[in-house]
């Protein structure tokens, strides 16, 4: 894909347009909030929730609804009062947001509304990884979706496999060969958009804290398995976003002391046994041709022996590692995800087997939510990110 620069250039003009919400703080953060998960909702619902006197909620629900981040809505008979009150809901039809997924080579875009509702999305061949050609894609797509929606880009989120700092800067991209690259402000230049650069599992986690399975649940955690293995958590409502979130620490968690070596030399390590190249690799030896994940996967549903076994043990590695998760952090749930998260449910007698072994026996269960998602998932996590980032003040 080339760079249309007619596209970026209306989708700049249009973005001189848009609503001019500040960041939001304190209280007003929490009514924003509240409305965008659960609305519209009556002003004594949200003064209920919030504990707010009615007097509060409306001194501070006033400049949302000046800004138009929150509308009000057709008039209905609040249940507590029993009077005529129009509810207040968040205006989803003067903006929209783009979020992308980066794969080593791949680059995946999603149009979305304000509450994450994907509109459109679109996905583009990464034929170099170099900085300057991904950005030049990334804008690109942009543009594209941009035309394909009357609400004008707010802002644009971005996800990668990796660390990254708050500037945008992304430390370290392994599946892209990046160190030390300025990505996120020239980008935002290009596009003369707000841009926020995130790692995507940490995305992915946003996404699910308030739009997935994991919804409302104040503490849980993401463990994803893929090309490689992420984790995300979540504390006391709080994404835990550190600087080491996107070096892969859970990667490198011990699972098996004879297992293979993975590519930084540890042995048996939940990158050498539960990554793609791990299941492939074995899977391969075993049935002696080249395969896929999901072709080892559906040979094991099918009861082909050797792929069954190979399915087995992984997803009862996987099971050993989120009892581990579920030990050290003690979550309400777990949600697996990512391109092999069918091993949890091809090989799901294993994985219990694995959790049970590594579980005290008095502990109390821990459910497992398997998200079978795609790249588009991924990038709409990104999308949710540029929302809480620049329309609600915080990532976290």
């Known amino acids: 894909m080339s760079l249309d620069s ?29 409305v965008l998960l659960d609305g519209p909702l009556p002003r004594s619902e949200l003064a209920r929730r919030l504990d707010l006197s009615a007097g509060s909620l409306t001194r501070l629900s006033k400049p949302l609804l000046d800004s138009g981040l929150l509308v009000e809505t057709r008039g209905v008979c609040d249940p507590a009062s029993g009077r005529l009150t129009r509810p207040l809901d968040v205006d989803d039809a003067n903006d929209a947001f783009v979020g992308v997924k980066l794969t080593a080579d ?57 660390k990254v700092g708050a500037d945008g800067v992304v430390d370290s991209a392994r599946y892209l060969g990046w160190e030390d690259v300025p990505f996120g402000g020239p980008l935002e230049d290009l596009l003369g958009v707000p841009v926020v650069v995130d790692n995507d599992v940490l995305s992915l986690t946003r996404a699910e804290q308030w739009f997935g399975s994991a919804r409302r649940c104040g503490h849980f955690a993401v463990v994803v ?24 620490l859970l990667g490198h ?25 791990a299941v492939t690799t074995r899977a391969g030896l075993a049935l002696r041709r080249a395969v896929t994940v999901e072709e080892v996967l559906d040979l094991a549903e099918r009861g082909e022996p050797l792929a069954r076994r190979v399915v087995d043990d992984a997803a009862r590695a ?21 391109e092999n998260a069918r091993l949890a449910e091809v ?5 219990d087997a694995g959790m049970r072994a590594g579980r005290n026996p008095l502990a109390d269960a821990l459910p497992v939510d398997v998200q079978l998602t795609g790249f588009a998932e991924w990038a709409r996590g990104a999308a949710v990110t540029a929302i809480r980032t620049f329309v609600l003040g915080s990532r976290r």
Request: charged share 15%; proline share 7%; hydrophobic share 40%.
């Open 106 to 162: 791949a680059a995946h875009a999603v149009l979305t509304t304000l509450r994450a509702d994907v509109v459109a999305a679109r996905e583009v061949p990464l034929t170099d990884r170099s900085p300057g050609h991904v950005t030049r894609t990334v804008a690109a797509l942009v543009g594209e979706l941009d035309a394909l929606d009357p609400r004008p880009v707010r802002a644009v989120g971005v996800g990668l496999g990796g």
């Open 318 to 338: 996987l099971g050993t590692l989120l009892a581990a998760v579920g030990n050290f952090t003690m979550p309400e749930r777990i949600v697996v995800s990512g």
């Open 253 to 277: 968690h011990p699972l098996d002391p004879h297992g293979p070596l993975c590519p930084d030399g540890h042995v048996g390590c939940a990158e050498a046994v539960l990554s793609t190249a």
């Open 347 to 351: 090989g799901r007698a294993a994985l």
């Open 6 to 34: 007619t596209s970026v250039r209306r989708s700049t003009q249009r973005s001189a347009q848009r609503s001019t919400w500040t960041p939001l703080t304190g209280a007003a953060h929490s009514i924003a909030v509240e």
């Open 225 to 248: 398995v893929g090309m490689g293995i992420g984790y995300g958590l979540v504390v006391h409502d709080r994404v835990v976003d550190r600087p080491d979130s996107g070096v892969g």
